[in-house]
């Protein structure tokens, strides 16, 4: 099976895009991408979730200026965009970036987007073909995280205990940073993998504050028992800054897991 490449540009530029594309093929690659979208309202960041997630895509490139890996709004879509491949790929899924204008450090990035590399483009080629021919490396996580935009049901957020372990009960809190939008709605529990028609909740619980690194969040939870194969689903809005989630704490002792968006 041939690899390819997808390609985020986050400028409209056709002529950059044109290179670059240029630049991959001669290297015997498949290439296929778009220019980014800042549309958050109708989670347009989502729309290459169905081409990444085929397995003959080995690596995803981001190009763009410094000033649009700072811009929050891309931030929060690109983040959420590499948690959505990261699901379906694994996280060892190779994430490339090439920054036009000055140094990029991965460390600033939204948190799904830290084991990315930055490339220098003059040697972009060969690194492409090495990464794209490689197999993807495996990554064990201490969690599931998963996300649904569904334009009629709103952005839905799934976490659970990874393989091998359990949660008995989950909590989600959401830091709103400058969007004052920012919340949840809804939440529910059922088998992993899918939106829950229907569910029954153990101690359903709202409005909990927690801080963590000088962050407030407000969270919802249950106690519902998680095995692998269960998860915990809930709604958010607006465009938090970050995430806090986990297994909901018994007595004063909490490990929590947190994402930062922005």
Not at 135 to 162: H, N
Not at 225 to 250: C, Q
Request: negative net charge; hydrophobic residues 40%; aromatic residues 10%.
């Amino acid at each position: 099976m041939a690899k390819s490449i997808f390609i985020s540009i986050l400028e409209k530029d056709e002529a950059k895009g044109k290179g670059l594309f240029q630049t991959v093929t001669r290297y015997g690659l498949g290439v296929n991408g778009h220019f980014w979208s800042d549309n958050l309202e109708k989670m347009e960041w989502a729309g290459p979730i169905g081409e990444m997630e085929k397995p003959e895509v080995g690596v995803w490139l981001i190009k763009g200026g410094k000033a649009s890996f700072e811009n929050p709004e891309t931030r929060f879509g690109l983040g959420l965009l590499a948690a959505a491949v990261q699901a379906r790929r694994g996280h060892g899924f190779p994430i490339l970036c090439i920054c036009d204008d000055g140094e990029l450090d991965p460390a600033t990035l939204p948190t799904m987007l830290r084991g990315a590399e930055v490339v220098d483009e003059a040697k972009l080629g060969a690194k492409l073909a090495a990464k794209a021919n490689m197999p993807i490396k495996k990554v064990a996580a201490e969690y599931r995280f998963d996300l649904y935009s569904l334009p009629s049901l709103g952005l839905w957020l799934e976490v659970g205990p990874a393989p091998g372990h359990e949660w008995k009960g989950a909590l989600l809190g959401v830091c709103d940073g400058d969007d004052s939008d920012a919340g949840i709605g809804a939440h529910g529990v059922g088998p992993a993998g899918q939106l829950p028609e229907k569910c029954v909740l153990n101690y359903p619980m709202k409005g909990l504050k927690m801080e963590l690194g000088g962050k407030e969040f407000i969270g919802w939870a249950v106690k519902n028992e998680l095995s692998e194969n269960e998860s915990y689903f809930v709604k958010v809005s607006g465009t938090p800054e970050a995430l806090l989630f986990g297994e909901f704490p018994d007595g004063d002792d909490a490990e929590f897991y947190s994402l930062q968006l922005k």
